[in-house]
């Protein structure tokens, strides 16, 4: 059974960091790109930055570009996101995601429970 278990998040002011964990177990973890995707209140999901599977590069989206830092440790099946200087409009809930393909498509099978950043101002 495919499992993500985020942690990390928390209740933090302007300026502070974070670093959300991400447990993998139930496939072969070293062998995906892994995504993290967040979820503000009242908007619908935004992806945030992707892993290459063997971290040889990653992605972010341009609002988190500079601050957050994605990383993972394929030893122990576990995703990073290092996040600084956060900012209030950076609060939601913050999901790692396990991509799959169909017929040529990218989608997301797996999801984790999520973990909840909350960014005072």
């Known amino acids: 059974e495919v499992q993500l278990v985020e942690s990390g998040g928390g209740l933090i002011q302007t300026g502070g960091s974070l670093r959300l964990s991400c447990a993998a177990s139930g496939f072969t973890f070293g062998d995906y790109t892994m995504h993290w995707v967040r979820q503000a209140p009242g908007k619908g999901p935004e992806w945030v930055s992707e892993i290459h599977y063997r971290g040889s590069y990653s992605h972010y989206t341009d609002s988190v570009k500079g601050r957050f830092t994605t990383s993972r440790d394929n030893a122990n099946d576990t995703l990073y996101l290092q996040m600084n200087n956060l900012k209030p409009e950076d609060t939601a809930v913050y999901y790692c995601?396990?991509?799959?393909?169909?017929?040529?498509?990218?989608?997301?099978?797996?999801w984790g429970q999520g973990t909840q950043v909350t960014v005072s101002s």
């Open positions: 995601a396990k991509p799959t393909f169909l017929s040529g498509v990218e989608f997301y099978d797996y």
